[in-house]
């Protein structure tokens, strides 16, 4: 059973800096590309950032220059180190993988003041 345990979301002002953590569990964690998803009130689910099995990395336009994917196969889990936050950064952030099928974790809410 697949299982994305998100932390790390909580309340910043803007300019800060928020790091969330994915613990996965149920999966071959090193075979599979890990991200996060993001969904604001009113808004569709976007893809924040993702992360091959390789390392190599992609980012919403949004958030380049500002946000940094990581992960560390010794601990089944991804990072997402945010910095310079914005009010418009404020969303439900959810942890996602793609095998062996899509699956989102329950989500940590990041809300940023002005």
């Known amino acids: 059973q697949v299982q994305l345990v998100e932390s790390g979301g909580g309340l910043v002002q803007a300019g800060g800096s928020l790091r969330l953590s994915c613990a996965a569990s149920g999966i071959i964690f090193r075979f599979n590309a890990m991200g996060w998803y993001r969904q604001a009130p009113g808004k569709q689910r976007e893809l924040v950032a993702a992360i091959t099995s390789d390392g190599s990395t992609t980012y919403a336009d949004s958030v380049k220059g500002r946000f940094t994917i990581s992960r560390d196969n010794a601990k089944n889990t991804v990072y997402l180190q945010m910095n310079s936050l914005k009010p418009e950064d404020t969303a439900v952030y959810y942890c996602?993988?793609?095998?062996?099928?899509?699956?989102w974790g329950q989500g940590t809410q990041v809300t940023v003041s002005a």
């Open positions: 996602w993988t793609p095998r062996p099928s899509n699956y």
